[in-house]
C-alpha cells in the first residue's frame, strides 16, 4: 500500500471513528435531554396537579364561605320576619286583651280567679291585686267576693295577684306574666 492508499486508509478510519464518537455522543447527549425533559414533564405534572388541587380547596372553601354568608343572611331575615309577625300577633292579642276588659265577661272571671284563691288558702291573710286599669270595677269586686282588694301600683295589664304572705306566695293570674310566658314560647311552624 502506498502511502497515499494509507493516508487514504487512515483518514476513513478516523473518520469512521470519529463519527462513531460523535454518534455516541450525540446518543448520549439526545438520551439525556430525553430524560430531562421527561423529568420536568414528571415535575410539571405534579406541580400543576398541587396547584390544581389548592385551586379546587380555595375554590371550595370560598364556596363554603359564600353558602355560610347566604344562610346567615337568611337566617336573619327569617328572625326578622318572626319578630315582625309575633310583634303584630301580640299587638292584636293586646287590643283584644282591651276589647275583653270592657265586657261582662271580664268582671265574670277576675271574681272566679279571686273565689278560687279564696277557696285554695281558706283562713289565711290574703292581698288581692287589681291592675289600676280595673280600678273602676273595685268595689263590684269587693261586694261580689267579700273579700279586701286593693289596686296595684305596678300595671300588669289586666287579671288578679294574690299575695299569702303568711307562706311567702304569690298567686300571679295577670294578663302581663301570661303574655309575657306565650311571648317566650311563641313559635311559628312552616
Known sequence: MTVEEKMEHFKNVS????????DEILTTYKRNLDEQF??????YAENSKVIEEA???????EAKRALAKAQAEIKREVSNHHNEIKNYV???????????????EYKTMLISQITSIKKQFDGEDIVFLIDESDKGLLDTLSKETSVNIEVSKTSFVGGTKAI????NILVD????TKLSEEQDHFTISL
Open 15 to 22: 473518520l469512521e471513528d470519529a463519527s462513531k464518537k460523535s
Open 38 to 43: 421527561e423529568k420536568h414533564k414528571r415535575e
Open 55 to 61: 385551586k379546587i380547596s380555595e375554590a371550595k372553601l
Open 90 to 104: 301580640f299587638s292584636e292579642v293586646n287590643k283584644k286583651i282591651e276589647a275583653y276588659k270592657k265586657t261582662s
Open 164 to 167: 299569702i304572705e303568711a307562706r
Open 173 to 176: 293570674n295577670s294578663f302581663k
